[in-house]
């Protein structure tokens, strides 16, 4: 075979007058091509360090420096008060110099000291700006003069073209907030949810522990903030993912879709190729930093730390702790496909492979009949079960011979892809097919995708695809960031002909997708089905429902003058009351990226307005003039508690890590425990649309995702993801549990559909005639 050849670099024969050696001219081509690129990314990856690493100046503008120091020679001015004259007479070696080779010399160096010292400050300029947050909370389209002015001089300091690390140095740490603040913002968070004794109680509790412990505690968390770049970052990850020994499938991973009414291509070989070479090529302006860095009002920068590894990424299972093995520079794919393992290489002579070659690699894998070796069907069960008993296993039974090389080669890819047998994706025509969808990306059959890995990518037979994501790395936007590029170069830059194929000429000459060998015995294929059962449990108890909202959406709720967020937010709230008839500790998922490696805070969405403005609602005797103005009291409550959590001052965060100091410290408190003890029985998060340049919905409106979801928090209550697409679409994700008889997915979907209709309808009539006839007078979802 041709493949057989080329594979081989030399051969030779040993003979009575010695060897004959002969080269393979093709694979030396090969290996050079290959170092050259390699070489080349070396190159760009420091070139755009340097321009990174010297931000917000630039290297010519080193030059600019020295010319002006060396000009100081001739025209006999010293800017630098006598300093270059003091390098002069201390030079080494300054006897075998000449005298103006000194005074070049020592100009050179000054001039370089003054060009850095001007980067620092511009950089703690930078981060003093970065610092303020006023702008955050004014009214939605206006803005102070004082706000205008800061902005101006952010933009001012922020130089030209920033790479995807620029800002990093000039971002300012998260701060910790007063131990008094946060006990008053816990209290009014939850005296909606106490009777009067049980907030006495609460308010005692805490108010023992802010006059005993909380001063220690806080002191400890105040240097650990001088000391670290981020005081909570670093214990979120390691005790709320990393440490937690149930399984990650449903409970921690996340899912995102693919685009909602377009299927590009049909072709599911065709489909994958384009949607892997999106990714190596996001993969490739990654690792050179050459993504535009995320910025708000177009602006001010958010943190990129968490990017750095969406990609040759995995999350190793431990006995007491997992670790997240982050590798570099790996060019190889696993792939699964009924039950079998392939190793797929990336690159070829040195570059990507190409879409269509790609589709070539992964028809090969969809046309082998090959058999699963035994126990390799459901390995991938070990992934989704208890932590301790993959970690054992791991032990025993992957860590040396061919199973060790076999599972190194799964977790060193650079991500890992599963080509499913069953279609899948939204169909207008069934009425499950969302829930079903969302079910496949989120568990599959519990042993098809590998749950460990930064992100598995899925790609269906109909030619839909989807993401399936591990947690502890990063949170949903960050894969969001990769799966928009991805989605926008598939459908409009890279296209397929016209027969679904990827464009471009097939080359039959690569190698074909090698299976990974596996030698599992007994006792480890029964471990592999123990955790296949438990998973399945889990899997079949996620009660999922979604739906498109498309009575109204953003375009209208903005000419109400409120926050889309605040709308959705109170809508859940007047759903949850109405599904459950008591209100609940609300969860919903804030960002604190303004900050250097900042991750997420918990907005407390049940608010005493919030609950006022319920009751209201359900109350007959309410006028509709009451109502509004409730729910705009509730609105601003929530808009000012979402800005206080993203600049810094949130609740759970700063009590998450005075708990972990009490616990280093050894120190009892009550309050602490009760207050990390509460069960969040809704939990809410919205998926942003970060990167609008990529698609003009208004121009192609069908090109629009779907957003994603995750599972259940509660054993009896809900998870509900959503995304605001456009002006007229909201799609919603709702989770819970078959085995708890007070919840049902459905039943909650048709409560937060009609909640949004009847908050809409508390608006002005000349909105309330629009809608209605849009609306057909009916309330209906799907």
């Known amino acids: 075979m041709a493949e057989a050849h080329q594979a081989v670099g030399f051969q030779f024969t040993v003979r009575p007058d010695g060897v004959d050696l002969k080269l393979s001219q093709e694979v030396i081509k090969t290996i050079y091509l290959s170092g050259v690129t390699a070489w080349k990314k070396r190159a760009i990856q420091f070139k755009n360090g340097v321009l990174a690493g010297v931000y917000p100046a630039s290297p010519s503008s080193w030059l600019i420096v020295v010319i002006a120091m060396m000009s100081s020679l001739y025209i006999r001015i010293d800017p630098s008060l006598g300093m270059i004259e003091a390098l002069q007479e201390n030079l080494p070696h300054r006897d075998y110099l000449s005298v103006q080779s000194r005074a070049v010399l020592s100009a050179i160096l000054f001039a370089t000291g003054l060009w850095l010292f001007l980067i620092y400050l511009l950089r703690y300029m930078l981060k003093a700006l970065l610092s303020y947050h006023g702008w955050i909370f004014e009214s939605h389209g206006k803005m102070s003069r004082s706000t205008k002015v800061w902005l ?65 505690l806080q002191r400890y968390l105040i240097l650990k903030s001088w000391w670290g770049t981020n005081y909570v970052s670093d214990w979120w990850e390691e005790y709320i993912y990393l440490r937690g020994r149930s399984p990650i499938m449903v409970n921690s991973n996340f899912y995102i879709m693919d685009l909602l009414y377009i299927t590009p291509t049909h072709r599911q070989a065709a489909r994958a190729g384009n949607v892997v070479h999106a990714m190596l090529q996001y993969r490739r302006k990654l690792e050179r930093g050459e993504h535009a860095p995320l910025r708000a009002l177009g602006t001010v920068p958010m943190c990129s730390t968490q990017m750095e590894r969406i990609f040759n990424t995995t999350r190793i299972p431990g006995i007491e702790t997992d670790i997240v093995q982050h590798l570099t520079d790996r060019k190889h794919l696993v792939v699964y496909h009924k039950g079998r393992f392939f190793l797929l290489w990336l690159y070829t002579g040195g570059r990507h492979l190409l879409p269509s070659e790609l589709e070539t690699q992964f028809q090969r894998i969809l046309n082998d009949t090959s058999e699963p070796q035994p126990g390799e069907l459901k390995l991938a069960a070990l992934t989704a079960g208890h932590r301790v008993p993959w970690a054992q296993s791991r032990i025993k039974y992957f860590g040396q011979g061919v199973n060790k090389v ?45 749950f460990d890995k930064s992100f598995t990518l899925i790609s269906y037979p109909n030619g839909k695809v989807g993401v399936n994501a591990e947690h502890s790395w990063a949170d949903a936007p960050i894969v969001g960031h990769m799966w928009e590029y991805v989605l926008a170069t598939d459908c409009f830059h890279l296209g397929y002909t016209e027969e679904g194929h990827c464009k471009g000429d097939v080359n039959k000459g690569l190698p074909h997708p090698s299976r990974l060998q596996w030698q599992i015995p007994n006792e480890c294929q ?80 049940c608010t005493t307005e919030a609950v006022a403005f319920v009751r209201a609602m359900e109350d007959e005797g309410a006028t509709k003039a009451q109502r509004l103005a409730l729910f705009r009291k509730a609105a601003d409550k929530h808009q000012n508690m979402y800005r206080l959590a993203m600049t810094g001052s949130g609740i759970d965060r700063h009590l998450f890590c005075l708990y972990l100091v009490s616990k280093y410290l050894g120190v009892d408190s009550p309050f602490l425990k009760k207050v990390l003890s509460e069960p969040w029985r809704l939990s809410t998060s919205q998926t942003p649309q970060q990167q609008l340049n990529l698609v003009d919905i208004n121009k192609f ?45 459905c039943r909650f979907g048709q409560h937060i559909c009609d909640a949004m209709l009847d908050i809409q309808a508390l608006f002005k009539p000349e909105n309330d005639k629009t809608t209605v006839e849009q609306l057909g007078n009916g309330k209906k979802h799907m």
């Open 152 to 216: 101006s001089l952010v933009k001012m300091f922020s130089g030209r073209r920033p790479l995807l690390y620029s800002f990093q140095a000039s971002l300012p740490r998260l701060p910790v907030p007063s131990v008094d603040d946060t006990i008053h913002r816990y209290l009014e968070s939850v005296h909606p949810l106490l009777n009067s004794d049980q907030y006495d109680q609460m308010e005692r509790l805490a108010n023992d522990f802010k006059d005993s412990k909380a001063a220690q």
């Open 406 to 450: 076999s599972l190194d080669a799964i977790e060193s890819a650079a991500f890992f892809l599963t080509l499913d047998d069953e279609p899948q994706g939204y169909d207008p025509a069934k009425a499950k097919s969302l829930d079903s969808y969302a079910k496949s990306l989120l568990h599959g059959k519990c042993y098809d995708r590998w």
């Open 526 to 605: 029964e471990v592999i089905e123990t955790s296949y059962l438990s998973a399945k449990l889990i899997a079949d108890d996620v009660d999922f429902h979604g739906y498109l909202f498309h009575e109204f959406g953003k375009g209208l709720i903005k000419k109400c003058r409120c926050s889309p967020d605040a709308f959705i937010q109170l809508a859940l709230q007047l759903a949850q009351f109405r599904d459950q008839g008591v209100f609940c500790l609300t969860y919903e998922s804030s960002m604190t990226r303004m900050f250097r490696d900042g991750r997420t805070e918990t907005v407390r969405s």
């Open 701 to 745: 409106p069908k090109y629009v995702s779907a957003g994603g979801g995750f599972g259940p928090v509660a054993d009896d209550g809900y998870g509900v993801s959503y995304i605001i697409v456009g002006e007229n679409l909201i799609t919603f994700h709702i989770s819970s549990k078959f085995s708890s008889p007070d919840t049902n997915s």
